[in-house]
Structures are given as structure tokens and as C-alpha cells.
């Protein structure tokens, strides 16, 4: 009985197989995610870094016109990620302007984009040593973001003047040692490590000798503290029977 019913419900009129309207419609329509003058993100993400790459090696002139055209990128942007895509590519096209540009990149309201700009800056700075060496103090104490702070310290470890002689470096000296006091423990740890590659002293990690040698460079102490012993040097292993 469910059979004749099955059969004769394939039979009724309008639902045949082989209806000529329904034989024309297509199973379903293809229709493109693409909005008409937008670039989906991977295809701008892909534009902006090929620019950079270009420009790397460009003539004068190609370079004036793509600096233009990543500037505008960043300026008109109101993704970070995008805005951090053409920070990159402009780090890597030589320009007269490109460190100017850097500079003002640090006021953007993300910490990313800042962080993107500071790194750029470490690695390609061309200007006045003391200019970059102010810039970085200035992010290393005011800049709202924990790892903007961090990366300034680790970066004007990098660029401090090893020569002792030279007056800019008892400044870091004394700037990174104010840090030692800081509320966060990674700026603390981090100043201890651009210290250690500033003056070539091992103290290790050890906060209160570093605090000694800050007094000692300010000249409230008249000796330097003793640096680590080989013992002290030496890793420590916990063992599971010992802990």
C-alpha cells in the first residue's frame, strides 16, 4: 500500500523527473565573497609585503612612490594588523623620511603597531646615535604597553656605546638602572640583562649587586660590587628528594 502511494506520489503533475522548467534551474548558485573594490586581507596583506621586498632594491624614484603608497596604507587603515604590514615593508625601503615616519608610528594607539615601529627603528635607524638612545628612554618609561617597555630596554642594551668614555653611556646606565625598582618583574629582569651587556660586569641576576654597582657609577658607594664566583655560575638542579 505505502508503495502505490510512494509511486503515485512521483506521478502527480509539476513533480516529474523530467519537468522541463525544473530539468533548467541549476542545483545551486556560485556566488564570489568578493566585495567590488575591496581586496580580501591575505591578497593586501600579500600587495604590502611585495612592496617592501621592491622596494628594498628600487631606483630613487620607485622608492619615493612606494613609501608614498605604504604611508597611505598606514594613514587610511583602521586594522592594526594592516597598519603593522606596512610598517614592516616601510623598514625595509632606504629613505630619507623613513625614520621621521618610524617616529610618528610610535604615537599609534596600538601597542603592536608601536611595538612594529620601536624594532624597526632599532634595526635601521641612520640618524643621530643620542636621538635614538633619548626615543627608547622615552618609551621605556612612558609607553603604556608592557612589551613596548620591554623591547626599549632589550634595544637600548643593543645600541648603548660599549666605550666606557663615552658620556651617553653612564646616562643609559643610570636611566636603566631606575628601572630596578619597577612594579613589573620583566622590565626588572630585562634591565639587569641590558646592564650585563652594557658594561660586561656578571652579576647575574642577582638585583641588590646591580643596585650596588647603580650606587657606585651615582658615586654613593667607593667600591664596585664583587662579581659571581665560578660556583655561583655554576646551574643549580633541583632534585625531586631535595625539594
Known amino acids: 500500500m505505502l508503495l502505490l502511494v510512494f509511486g503515485g506520489v512521483l506521478t502527480l503533475?509539476?513533480?516529474?523527473?523530467?519537468?522541463?522548467?525544473?530539468?533548467?534551474?541549476?542545483?545551486?548558485?556560485a556566488r564570489s565573497d568578493r566585495i567590488p573594490g575591496l581586496d580580501p586581507p591575505h591578497e593586501r596583506r600579500k600587495l604590502i609585503r611585495e612592496k617592501g621586498t621592491r622596494g628594498a632594491n628600487a631606483s630613487e624614484e620607485s622608492r619615493e612612490i612606494l613609501v608614498a603608497q605604504l604611508v597611505h596604507e598606514y594613514q587610511t587603515s583602521p586594522d592594526p594588523n594592516m597598519r603593522r604590514e606596512a610598517v614592516d615593508a616601510l623598514a625595509k625601503i632606504p629613505h630619507p623620511q623613513r625614520d621621521r615616519f618610524l617616529r610618528e608610528i610610535l604615537q599609534d594607539p596600538n601597542a603592536f603597531v608601536r611595538l612594529s615601529a620601536l624594532e624597526a627603528l632599532g634595526n635601521t635607524y641612520s640618524g643621530n646615535p643620542e636621538n635614538l638612545q633619548r626615543l627608547l628612554i622615552d618609551r621605556m618609561q612612558n609607553d603604556s604597553d608592557r612589551d613596548v617597555r620591554l623591547a626599549a630596554v632589550r634595544i637600548l642594551g643593543d645600541v648603548c656605546p660599549q666605550d666606557a668614555a663615552d658620556p651617553s653611556q653612564r646616562m643609559i646606565i643610570l636611566e636603566l638602572g631606575n628601572l630596578l625598582n619597577d612594579r613589573v618583574p620583566a622590565i626588572r629582569y630585562q634591565s639587569m640583562q641590558s646592564l650585563r651587556r652594557i658594561t660586561g660586569l656578571d652579576y647575574g641576576n642577582d638585583i641588590n649587586r646591580w643596585l650596588h654597582y647603580i650606587r657606585y657609577v651615582n658615586g654613593e658607594v667607593p667600591n664596585l660590587p664583587a662579581e659571581r664566583t665560578f660556583t655561583e655560575r655554576l646551574p643549580t638542579i633541583a632534585l625531586p628528594m631535595f625539594r
Open 13 to 29: 503533475p509539476g513533480c516529474a523527473v523530467d519537468n522541463q522548467y525544473l530539468a533548467r534551474l541549476p542545483l545551486f548558485e
